[in-house]
């Protein structure tokens, strides 16, 4: 069992930063795909970034070059940073951990980018 929890959302005007953090319980932590699904009002949920067990990263399109992914194993946490805000990038952000079957989602954190 993994319990995540996000932290670091907030409001922020466009060409901000923020810097998501999501910690996880579990002494396994390492073997786990971790990443961000975001889901904006009336969207669908979207893949943002993930980064695998091996250290593997993917960025969407839609945030390439302006969102990063990274984790740290001995701290059981993985991290969003978030540059150039736009206000389109406002959603609910939430982290997941993956070793299939298994699948564990964080409860949530906004992300509000004003214009």
């Known amino acids: 069992q993994v319990q995540l929890v996000e932290s670091g959302g907030g409001l922020v005007q466009a060409g901000g930063s923020l810097r998501l953090s999501c910690a996880a319980s579990?002494?396994?932590?390492?073997?786990?795909?971790m990443g961000w699904y975001r889901q904006a009002l009336g969207k669908q949920r979207e893949l943002v970034a993930s980064?695998?067990?091996?250290?593997?990263?993917h960025i969407a399109d839609s945030v390439k070059g302006r969102f990063t992914i990274s984790r740290d194993n001995a701290k059981n946490t993985v991290d969003l940073q978030m540059n150039s805000l736009k206000p389109e990038d406002t959603a609910v952000y939430y982290c997941?951990?993956?070793?299939?079957?298994?699948?564990?989602w964080g409860q949530g954190t906004q992300v509000t980018v004003s214009s």
């Open positions: 980064i695998s067990s091996g250290g593997s990263t």
């Open positions: 579990g002494r396994v932590f390492s073997i786990y795909d």
């Open positions: 997941y951990a993956r070793r299939p079957p298994s699948d564990y």
